[in-house]
Protein backbone atom coordinates (compact mmCIF):
# COMPACT_ATOMS: atom_id res chain seq x y z
CA UNK A 1 0.00 0.00 0.00
CA UNK A 2 1.15 3.80 -0.99
CA UNK A 3 1.89 5.64 1.92
CA UNK A 4 -0.09 8.61 0.30
CA UNK A 5 -2.74 7.63 -2.26
CA UNK A 6 -4.46 10.07 -4.21
CA UNK A 7 -7.38 9.12 -7.27
CA UNK A 8 -4.99 10.84 -10.12
CA UNK A 9 -8.51 12.06 -11.81
CA UNK A 10 -9.18 13.44 -14.35
CA UNK A 11 -11.91 15.30 -13.00
CA UNK A 12 -12.81 17.24 -15.56
CA UNK A 13 -15.84 19.93 -14.65
CA UNK A 14 -17.04 23.35 -15.91
CA UNK A 15 -16.33 26.61 -14.46
CA UNK A 16 -18.16 27.34 -11.57
CA UNK A 17 -18.92 24.10 -10.37
CA UNK A 18 -17.69 22.59 -7.14
CA UNK A 19 -15.09 19.69 -7.35
CA UNK A 20 -13.88 17.48 -3.83
CA UNK A 21 -10.70 15.28 -3.86
CA UNK A 22 -9.39 12.81 -0.89
CA UNK A 23 -6.41 11.82 -0.07
CA UNK A 24 -6.03 8.82 2.34
CA UNK A 25 -2.68 8.19 4.25
CA UNK A 26 -1.10 4.82 5.81
CA UNK A 27 0.92 6.22 9.18
CA UNK A 28 -1.54 6.77 11.73
CA UNK A 29 1.39 9.03 13.29
CA UNK A 30 1.26 11.53 10.61
CA UNK A 31 1.78 14.92 12.09
CA UNK A 32 1.43 17.19 9.25
CA UNK A 33 -0.52 17.32 6.15
CA UNK A 34 -0.83 20.34 3.19
CA UNK A 35 -2.13 20.28 -0.33
CA UNK A 36 0.41 21.19 -2.73
CA UNK A 37 -0.56 22.38 -6.55
CA UNK A 38 1.90 21.57 -9.45
CA UNK A 39 1.36 23.32 -13.13
CA UNK A 40 1.88 21.73 -16.08
CA UNK A 41 6.24 21.23 -15.85
CA UNK A 42 6.16 23.96 -12.72
CA UNK A 43 6.97 23.24 -9.34
CA UNK A 44 5.00 21.99 -6.78
CA UNK A 45 3.40 25.10 -4.76
CA UNK A 46 1.84 25.56 -1.58
CA UNK A 47 -1.80 25.70 -1.41
CA UNK A 48 -2.80 25.43 1.96
CA UNK A 49 -1.56 23.32 5.02
CA UNK A 50 -4.48 21.30 6.38
CA UNK A 51 -5.19 21.50 10.39
CA UNK A 52 -7.05 19.39 12.58
CA UNK A 53 -9.78 22.03 12.70
CA UNK A 54 -9.75 22.25 9.15
CA UNK A 55 -8.65 25.65 7.41
CA UNK A 56 -10.51 27.27 4.63
CA UNK A 57 -8.66 29.76 2.30
CA UNK A 58 -11.27 31.96 -0.22
CA UNK A 59 -12.96 29.34 -2.36
CA UNK A 60 -10.58 26.39 -1.07
CA UNK A 61 -11.32 24.21 2.30
CA UNK A 62 -9.41 21.82 3.34
CA UNK A 63 -10.07 19.08 6.15
CA UNK A 64 -8.60 16.36 8.06
CA UNK A 65 -9.83 13.00 9.45
CA UNK A 66 -7.52 11.05 11.55
CA UNK A 67 -9.56 8.74 12.66
CA UNK A 68 -10.06 7.56 9.13
CA UNK A 69 -6.67 8.78 7.99
CA UNK A 70 -7.57 10.92 5.12
CA UNK A 71 -7.68 14.54 4.21
CA UNK A 72 -9.81 16.79 1.69
CA UNK A 73 -9.81 19.78 -0.68
CA UNK A 74 -13.02 21.27 -1.76
CA UNK A 75 -13.42 23.66 -4.75
CA UNK A 76 -15.66 26.04 -5.07
CA UNK A 77 -16.44 27.96 -7.77
CA UNK A 78 -14.07 26.96 -9.74
CA UNK A 79 -12.08 28.78 -12.28
CA UNK A 80 -10.09 28.11 -15.31
CA UNK A 81 -6.83 29.25 -13.41
CA UNK A 82 -7.60 26.24 -11.43
CA UNK A 83 -6.49 23.73 -13.87
CA UNK A 84 -4.04 22.06 -12.15
CA UNK A 85 -2.37 18.84 -10.39
CA UNK A 86 -2.96 19.05 -6.81
CA UNK A 87 -0.73 17.18 -4.67
CA UNK A 88 -1.43 15.62 -1.00
CA UNK A 89 1.58 15.40 0.75
CA UNK A 90 2.11 14.20 4.31
CA UNK A 91 4.85 14.08 6.96
CA UNK A 92 4.88 10.86 8.75
CA UNK A 93 6.93 11.80 11.59
CA UNK A 94 8.89 8.60 11.66
CA UNK A 95 12.38 10.96 12.62
CA UNK A 96 13.71 14.51 12.85
CA UNK A 97 14.60 14.48 9.08
CA UNK A 98 10.75 16.31 8.26
CA UNK A 99 10.73 14.72 4.62
CA UNK A 100 7.74 14.89 3.14
CA UNK A 101 5.82 11.89 1.18
CA UNK A 102 3.78 13.00 -1.80
CA UNK A 103 1.01 11.55 -3.34
CA UNK A 104 1.00 10.88 -7.16
CA UNK A 105 -1.61 14.09 -7.76
CA UNK A 106 -4.72 14.61 -8.95
CA UNK A 107 -5.50 15.98 -12.01
CA UNK A 108 -8.42 18.66 -12.40
CA UNK A 109 -9.34 20.07 -15.79
CA UNK A 110 -11.67 23.38 -16.03
CA UNK A 111 -13.42 23.84 -19.14
CA UNK A 112 -15.55 26.93 -19.86
CA UNK B 1 14.83 36.61 -3.18
CA UNK B 2 15.64 33.97 -5.36
CA UNK B 3 14.28 31.03 -3.28
CA UNK B 4 15.74 27.34 -4.31
CA UNK B 5 17.52 27.73 -7.58
CA UNK B 6 18.94 24.58 -9.28
CA UNK B 7 20.85 24.38 -12.28
CA UNK B 8 20.99 22.67 -14.76
CA UNK B 9 17.71 23.40 -16.42
CA UNK B 10 18.31 20.69 -19.07
CA UNK B 11 20.27 18.02 -19.44
CA UNK B 12 21.07 15.14 -21.89
CA UNK B 13 23.57 12.70 -20.97
CA UNK B 14 24.68 9.52 -22.68
CA UNK B 15 24.15 6.21 -20.70
CA UNK B 16 27.38 6.00 -18.59
CA UNK B 17 28.20 9.89 -18.08
CA UNK B 18 28.47 11.53 -15.37
CA UNK B 19 26.66 14.70 -13.98
CA UNK B 20 26.11 16.91 -10.89
CA UNK B 21 22.87 19.01 -10.21
CA UNK B 22 23.16 21.95 -7.99
CA UNK B 23 20.49 23.12 -5.95
CA UNK B 24 21.15 26.59 -4.08
CA UNK B 25 18.93 28.21 -1.81
CA UNK B 26 19.29 31.83 -0.04
CA UNK B 27 16.66 31.40 2.75
CA UNK B 28 19.47 29.59 5.68
CA UNK B 29 16.40 26.31 5.60
CA UNK B 30 18.59 23.79 7.34
CA UNK B 31 16.64 21.02 5.89
CA UNK B 32 17.35 20.27 1.69
CA UNK B 33 15.88 17.85 0.08
CA UNK B 34 16.44 15.94 -4.12
CA UNK B 35 13.42 13.96 -5.56
CA UNK B 36 12.56 13.01 -8.61
CA UNK B 37 8.88 12.91 -10.94
CA UNK B 38 7.87 10.33 -13.34
CA UNK B 39 4.83 10.15 -15.06
CA UNK B 40 2.16 8.43 -12.59
CA UNK B 41 4.05 7.91 -9.68
CA UNK B 42 4.56 11.63 -7.65
CA UNK B 43 7.57 13.15 -5.98
CA UNK B 44 9.75 10.32 -4.67
CA UNK B 45 12.84 11.27 -2.25
CA UNK B 46 16.20 10.51 -3.40
CA UNK B 47 18.58 11.94 -0.42
CA UNK B 48 17.54 14.45 2.17
CA UNK B 49 20.23 16.55 4.87
CA UNK B 50 19.08 17.92 8.06
CA UNK B 51 21.83 20.27 7.84
CA UNK B 52 25.39 21.47 6.64
CA UNK B 53 27.38 18.24 6.47
CA UNK B 54 24.88 15.36 6.89
CA UNK B 55 22.85 13.46 4.28
CA UNK B 56 21.20 10.44 4.38
CA UNK B 57 19.20 8.25 1.79
CA UNK B 58 15.32 8.26 0.67
CA UNK B 59 13.44 6.37 -1.06
CA UNK B 60 15.25 5.73 -3.99
CA UNK B 61 18.73 6.89 -3.47
CA UNK B 62 20.56 3.87 -5.78
CA UNK B 63 22.09 5.49 -9.02
CA UNK B 64 22.67 8.81 -6.74
CA UNK B 65 25.26 10.36 -4.47
CA UNK B 66 24.87 13.87 -2.43
CA UNK B 67 26.86 15.86 -0.71
CA UNK B 68 26.23 19.43 1.61
CA UNK B 69 29.75 20.86 2.51
CA UNK B 70 28.03 24.87 2.72
CA UNK B 71 24.36 25.02 3.70
CA UNK B 72 23.11 26.60 1.46
CA UNK B 73 24.08 23.90 -1.25
CA UNK B 74 22.84 20.04 -1.78
CA UNK B 75 24.65 18.99 -5.12
CA UNK B 76 23.05 15.67 -6.67
CA UNK B 77 25.35 13.40 -8.44
CA UNK B 78 24.73 10.39 -10.93
CA UNK B 79 28.36 9.05 -11.43
CA UNK B 80 27.29 6.83 -14.20
CA UNK B 81 24.11 7.41 -15.71
CA UNK B 82 21.33 5.04 -16.72
CA UNK B 83 18.06 5.48 -18.70
CA UNK B 84 16.47 4.62 -15.99
CA UNK B 85 17.42 7.81 -14.10
CA UNK B 86 15.55 9.84 -16.68
CA UNK B 87 13.03 11.77 -15.12
CA UNK B 88 12.08 15.28 -13.81
CA UNK B 89 14.33 16.40 -10.71
CA UNK B 90 13.14 19.00 -7.82
CA UNK B 91 15.17 20.09 -5.16
CA UNK B 92 13.29 21.30 -1.76
CA UNK B 93 14.14 22.88 1.36
CA UNK B 94 12.28 23.92 4.08
CA UNK B 95 12.74 25.49 7.63
CA UNK B 96 11.71 23.53 9.85
CA UNK B 97 8.48 20.88 10.86
CA UNK B 98 4.97 22.15 9.45
CA UNK B 99 6.91 25.16 7.41
CA UNK B 100 5.77 25.15 3.53
CA UNK B 101 8.53 23.25 1.18
CA UNK B 102 10.11 25.71 -1.30
CA UNK B 103 10.69 24.05 -4.47
CA UNK B 104 13.65 24.80 -7.47
CA UNK B 105 11.90 25.09 -11.44
CA UNK B 106 13.32 21.36 -11.71
CA UNK B 107 15.88 19.60 -13.73
CA UNK B 108 15.04 17.76 -16.82
CA UNK B 109 16.98 15.04 -17.71
CA UNK B 110 17.09 12.63 -20.16
CA UNK B 111 19.52 9.73 -20.27
CA UNK B 112 19.99 7.95 -23.96
Known amino acids: RKEVEQDPGPFNVPEGATVAFNCTYS??????FFWYRQDCRKEPKLLMS???SGNEDGRFTAQLNRASQYISLLIRDSKLSDSATYLC?????????????FGSGTRLLVRP | NAGVTQTPKFRVLKTGQSMTLLCAQDMNHEYMYWYRQDPGMGLRLIHYSVGEGTTAKGEVPDGYNVSRLKKQNFLLGLESAAPSQTSVYFC???????????FGQGTRLTVV
Open chain 1, 50 to 52: VYS
Open chain 1, 89 to 101: VVNPALDSSYKLI
Open chain 1, 27 to 32: NSASQS
Open chain 2, 92 to 102: ASINGPNTEAF
